[in-house]
């Protein structure tokens, strides 16, 4: 394995903490922020953009967990295990 494919493999899981944190974060100011100089409004529309946004990255952080974990590299797809 390369040190280039193990740098992405490291960065693919760190994306997967920041999904989490993204939807943690739209969660917590949908639901359970309740400062009182914030409209609610204001609160739902930010709170929601950060939730979309983590949906986002979901769907890309698993498309390429998909492709750098479970995805053969193009040298074993050719037989040259070099």
Known sequence: MNSNRMMEQVMAVFNVFMVLFYLGVG????????????DKALRVILGSAF???GLYRAVRTIANLKELFFSKSGKEEEGNLE
């Open 51 to 53: 939730i979309f946004y």
């Open 27 to 38: 969660v917590y100011i949908v639901f359970f922020f309740n400062f009182t100089t914030i």
